[in-house]
Nanobody, 120 residues
């Protein structure tokens, strides 16, 4: 069994910052790409940022220059530093990771989501 547990969401004023964390736990053999996605009310889930196991990153155009994704492989943890937040960043943020588990096929795993609300 694998779990992704997110933390760090909350309410912040426009222009403020938040840092999200997501820790993977369980019988993990290896983790490939990790990422953050978000879903605003009435909208589809969208990619925010991803980071490969070699550190290569990818960002949605809407967050480039404001958000930074990083990971700590020894802790199976991915972070999302969000600066200069805007009301349109308000959404539930989900952590995602592609994980190889001991004795089972590799698969995508998702966290439960953490709410980020940016007030104007």
């Amino acid at each position: 069994q694998v779990q992704l547990v997110e933390s760090g969401g909350g309410l912040v004023q426009a222009g403020g910052s938040l840092r999200l964390s997501c820790a993977a736990s369980g019988s993990i053999f290896s983790i490939g790409a990790m990422g953050w996605y978000r879903q605003a009310p009435g909208k589809q889930r969208e990619l925010v940022a991803t980071i490969r196991s070699d550190g290569i990153t990818n960002y949605a155009d809407s967050v480039k220059g404001r958000f930074t994704i990083s990971r700590e492989n020894a802790k199976n943890t991915v972070y999302l530093q969000m600066n200069s937040l805007k009301p349109e960043d308000t959404a539930v943020y989900y952590c995602n990771a592609y994980i190889w588990i001991v004795g089972r096929p590799s698969s995508d795993y998702w966290g439960q989501g953490t709410q980020v609300t940016v007030s104007s």
